[in-house]
């Protein structure tokens, strides 16, 4: 019996789908688990070989769960919506609508392919409307909700409004405006528009005003990325920052929630960082500074909020920045600075930013203004400057330059004033505490130790109501609205002015179909030239391609419900996803918002649990190993590798399907590009031997290597086996095939010990060897323990021994490899099912038991001790592991090596170390 295993595959693939292996039901008695993948977005170009890494790695623990008795829930399905996908019909000439349906079809035949056990049953797409209606429908629950502090959850807004009625906003501050402050009596005589503006700056999904890169040449807006030095990276058109109409989720209210989630989860502790300092919870002050600008008659005197984490430092605080898009820019600046503070704004209006953040060069524009010492009364200039963002914190901030490196480079470029009295005016903190310094202290702060400076400071902002203490954050709302056709509509209307949710009986709101989707006017959304659309005021923006994958997971709890987004017995039952696997890309967008949407769904009552993620795996990044050959200069001549050092080259990328280990495929380089069709080659050894480097796989670097092709050549098992033995899962490593045909042949030399070419079938149903049994069983407990732990690499490995010693002793009982079989079948699924039907089985492998370890086969019977003399190991010597000492000694003395470096001298000593080692002394 020959191993054929493309046919074995193909034959078991097709037989999981007409039985439905794989289908899950609801309803049962066993304990679930519940494994997920990040589900992937459908491109053209398919699947490389980097990409199934992660989906191998869940596919091995949902098989190993359900041989361990549990109901495994193991879906798959599309995140289709988006700005790729949209890209990609643009570049093609397209529909989206018929890219993504081609893409997801070519993503199907690949992972069939490679043989995962995905209930497909339970396949979503975001791009459906019988999905998207429900990621509708929970916009529509965030739109209609608010956080309450005081209760630290989310509730209706028509509670909010029912506090306004009786008591005002006294004790529920405004998160969207922190100023606005208003009685019950004053909420009762708003007008329903003033009042719906006011719920706007409560709701956990709100519409606001914020900046993006508009490209007028383009008729589009623009992601930073995209925006190069002031211009489209497209064309080279000039970029303008442009306040449009945004969507909004207020994420920063359940910023300590999220924080304290991360102690009730598994995730890795880089990655807790990454989310925890995404947040950047700070803990400082909010300071008031009074401006010193003429006001009108009976107005009040106008001020500027500043945050920091240094409320100590107030007394270094030698001039005031804002961000150019504040607010108060306009207001304050003086008619002689005016020119040049409009300038700079149209400046800095040309940068994004990612430019503004990252840009070294100082830039900036005095105001004329000035602000008011809260204590001093000291006069502070005001200047504006790109790198404060009006995002960030107030958008404004007190510059300290003797103790901020940024503010002291921006005080010597323009030549301001800095006082050196951070920390004079504290006991050991100067040896010579300035004059002045204690002076403008107003002494409350003599002979206070530094660390006690900040509370003392804050206590008196607080007496003298000019600050507050303030926890603050660096993460912002995320923006949740894209000026883009391919994405979920919001189910919004505008009546003057004024959001209005459709009902949730209309829903699903659906993307109109449509040829060309070209930007709509002043950077509103292509959507806005639909007019069947705008005649009925709908809302022109869709939603990020966040917006569903926040939620996927829920729905492949009850994919087919009709009724809701999924049945809560269905939550109840499947609850948190046990084990996620995904790449780090996604470490703070995705897994927060995703984080987010549970937890408002857990408040309002729809969900039994507040974290959707007990247990995330990410997974290191296969690179591809890219392949050079080396062009002599000026030349269509090609020199190998091994003589380069010789000749003047430039080395360039070469298709790796070209290349055969390390030697080119001549004719195959030559008909691969028209320029290289007369190429001449410098060959060493009559070859011609390439370079490589491990890169990102690309097909840029011409080093994507195709599935399909490894699994044709070697099959499915062959090809899942390599991915997990090329490393430990979270590590990156590089892409390289010479490996795998190890793994082929070990799973080639696990066929023969149940079957032979000549003989056939050669399992018996004799007893095994003890030696076969503690074989069997040390690879039992080795497996699961990895397995459970994810060591995959290290479990294959315990596997390729096992065979080698059952091969070695020739053993063919089934009562061994029965349970071998079981072992495998996470790993390498088609052969095990095979083999698992020759043995006489009529269900599937799966059904089996996980085989427990037995203890009396797992000890010892005998050990191998390294035998020295005079401290200098000469041989190895096996004795049985109960041996005592005494026999031991005896037979080491007798033994012809030992002897030999002896050189006839009597042991002055025999030390030996029970289980470890012997060593003679002489």
Same mark, same amino acid.
């Given at each position: ?52 890494? #992660? ?80 990621? +509708? =429908?929970?916009?529509?629950?965030? !739109? ?19 506090? !306004? ?104 502790? /880089? ?6 300092? =995404? ?9 008031? &500074? ?24 107030? &007394?270094?605080?030698? !001039? ?93 470029? &323009? ?24 002076? +403008? ?25 000019? #600050? ?130 549970? $937890? ?18 990410? +997974? ?95 099959? /499915? ?9 090329? #490393? ?32 056939? =079938? ?19 407990? $080795? ?56 043995? #006489? ?44 000492? /005494? ?26 170390? $029970? ?8």
């Amino acid at each position: 019996m020959e191993y054929r295993f493309r046919a074995i595959e193909k034959k078991w693939q097709q037989q999981w789908r007409e039985k439905g292996t794989y289908r899950v039901s609801n309803d049962t008695e066993k304990p679930k688990c519940y494994v997920l993948d990040m589900f992937p977005y459908p491109s053209g170009a398919g699947l490389h070989v980097g990409h199934p890494l #992660g989906y191998i790695a869940s596919d091995i623990y949902a098989r190993y769960k359900r041989l361990k008795g549990f109901h495994v829930l193991h879906p798959m399905g599309y995140d289709a919506f988006g700005l790729p996908a949209e890209l990609y019909a643009l570049d093609t000439g397209q529909h989206p609508a018929v890219t993504t349906e081609q893409n997801i079809r070519r993503y199907r035949e690949q992972l069939d392919n490679i043989g995962f056990c995905f209930d497909w049953s339970r396949e979503v797409r975001t791009s459906d409307p019988s999905f998207y209606k429900w990621t +509708q =429908w929970i916009f529509l629950q965030l !739109f209609n909700s608010w956080f309450n502090r005081e209760r630290q959850q989310a509730e209706r807004i028509p509670a909010l409004v029912s506090l !306004f009625e009786q008591e005002g906003n006294i004790r529920h501050e405004c998160p969207g405006d922190s100023s606005l402050m208003f009685s019950a009596a004053a909420w009762q005589g708003y007008d329903t528009q003033k009042q719906q503006e006011i719920l706007m700056h409560y709701r956990l999904a709100y519409c606001g005003y914020g900046e993006v890169n508009w490209c007028e040449a383009l008729g589009t807006v623009l992601a930073n990325d995209e925006v190069v030095n002031g211009v489209s990276e497209r064309g080279g058109f000039p970029v303008v920052r442009k306040q449009l109409r945004q969507w909004y989720l207020r994420i920063t209210e359940y910023a300590d929630r999220l924080l304290e989630g991360l102690t009730r989860v598994d995730y890795s502790e /880089a990655m807790k960082d990454m989310q925890a300092n =995404w947040i950047g919870r700070s803990e400082g002050a909010e300071i008031r &500074f009074a401006l010193d600008v003429p006001s009108a008659a009976g107005a009040a005197q106008p001020y500027l909020d500043v945050y920091t984490t240094r409320p100590d430092t107030l &007394f270094g605080v030698d !001039f005031m920045v804002l961000a150019p898009e504040h607010d108060l820019v306009d207001t304050i600046t003086t008619r002689e600075q005016r020119p040049d503070v409009e300038a700079y704004v149209n400046y800095v209006k040309s940068r994004s930013e990612r430019e503004r953040q990252a840009e070294k060069q100082i830039s900036g524009c005095f105001t004329g203004a000035y602000a008011l010492h809260p204590f001093s009364g000291k006069k502070i200039p005001v200047w504006i400057s790109e790198y404060v963002l009006a995002g960030y914190g107030t958008g404004a901030i007190m510059a300290v330059p003797c103790g901020d490196e940024r503010d002291h480079r921006f005080a010597q470029h &323009f030549d301001i004033p800095v006082t050196n009295i951070i920390g004079e005016a504290y006991t050991g903190e100067a040896a010579n505490p300035s004059k002045d310094a204690i002076l +403008q202290n107003s002494g409350f702060l003599d002979g206070m130790r530094m660390r006690d400076a900040a509370a003392a400071v804050v206590r008196r902002l607080e007496d003298t109501g000019q #600050g507050r203490r303030k926890v603050n954050y660096k993460m912002r709302d995320a923006a949740f609205s894209r000026q883009r056709y391919w994405g979920e509509p919001f189910p919004i209307t505008w009546d003057n002015g004024v959001a209005v949710p459709l009902d949730e009986n209309a829903l699903p709101l659906e993307l109109p179909h449509v040829e060309k989707y070209r930007p709509g006017p002043e950077g509103e959304g292509p959507l806005a030239n639909v007019e069947s659309w705008t005649s009925r005021h709908l809302e022109t923006n869709t939603m990020p391609g966040y917006a569903g994958s926040s939620w996927y997971f829920l729905r492949y709890m009850d994919p087919h419900n009709d009724q809701a987004f999924a049945a809560r017995a269905a939550t109840d039952y499947w609850n948190q996803v046990d084990v996620y696997v995904g790449g780090t890309e996604h470490a703070v967008g995705h897994l927060l918002y995703s984080r987010l949407w549970t $937890k408002v769904l857990y408040d309002l009552g729809y969900l039994g649990f507040d974290e959707p993620y007990k247990k995330l795996i990410n +997974q290191g990044m296969i690179q591809g190993s890219s392949r050079l050959v080396y062009r002599v200069r000026d030349s269509n001549r090609f020199v190998s590798a091994g003589l380069k050092d010789g000749y003047l080259t430039d080395p360039l990328h070469v298709d790796v399907n070209l290349v055969e280990g390390m030697e080119l495929n001549i004719e195959a380089f030559r008909q691969w590009r028209p320029e290289y069709r007369d190429a001449s080659f410098i060959l060493e050894d009559g070859r011609y031997l390439c370079g490589s480097e491990a890169e990102k796989m690309s097909k840029r670097y011409y080093n994507v290597v195709n599935p399909d092709d490894i699994v044709e050549k070697y099959g /499915a098992d062959t090809f899942r086996m390599y991915e997990m033995f090329l #490393g430990p899962i979270e590590q990156s490593k590089p892409w390289d095939s010479k490996g795998i045909e190890g793994v082929h042949r070990f799973l080639k030399k696990l066929w023969r010990l149940f079957a032979d070419e000549q003989k056939g =079938w050669i399992v018996t149903a004799e007893p095994p060897s003890e030696d076969a049994l503690r074989i069997l069983h040390k690879t039992i407990r $080795k497996v699961e323990e990895d397995t459970q732990r994810f060591s995959y690499n290290t479990a294959i490995s315990q596997l390729m021994i096992c065979v080698n010693e059952l091969t070695a002793l020739d053993s063919h009982s089934r009562a061994v490899l029965e349970p071998l079989l079981v072992l495998l079948t996470p790993y390498a699924p088609h052969i095990c099912e095979e083999l698992w039907q020759q043995l #006489g089985h009529d269900t599937t492998v799966l059904d089996a038991a996980y085989p427990a370890a037995e203890e009396k086969y797992l000890a010892e019977s005998t050990v191998k001790y390294p035998v020295a003399i005079n401290g200098k190991t000469r041989t190895d010597m096996v004795f049985p592991a109960d041996a005592d000492a /005494a026999a031991i000694e005896s037979e080491v003395l007798q033994h012809e090596v030992v002897r030999k470096w002896m050189d006839g001298k009597a042991p002055k000593k025999v030390i030996i170390v $029970k289980g470890r080692m012997i060593n003679i002394v002489v």
